[in-house]
């Protein structure tokens, strides 16, 4: 999210038909912000540390991405699944489809 000249506008498609009143999802964006961080997850300076990231993004995440791609790779593979054509108008050759 990106604030800027007091309006909130946000790089991933976000519109006000979608989230509703832009005050609203501003409202939202401040209330997560200010949501409380565990102990032991953020050093005095700010910086997150180790534990944090290993917890969000650790083994954890990495085997289901690991899964997730596999499943992306196996759709590619597979002219009979209902997101094959899809995925294939997205990512063209199987190189495309390991860049994504």
């Not at 997560?32 to 005095?44: I, K, N, Q, W, Y």
């Not at 954890?60 to 002219?79: F, H, L, T, V």
């Amino acid at each position: 999210f990106v604030f800027l000249s007091g309006h909130l506008n946000c790089n991933l498609g976000c519109n006000s038909a979608r989230f509703g009143n832009p005050s609203r999802l501003r409202s939202l964006v401040v209330a997560m912000a200010s949501l409380p961080v565990p102990e032991g997850f953020m050093t005095s300076d700010g910086e997150w540390t180790q534990e944090a990231k290993d917890r969000f993004f650790g083994e954890k995440n990495e085997a289901a991405m690991k899964q997730w791609a596999d499943g992306q790779r196996a759709i590619y593979k597979d002219e009979s699944h209902e997101k094959h054509q899809a995925l294939k108008e997205k990512c063209a050759t199987e190189a495309d489809l390991e860049e994504f």
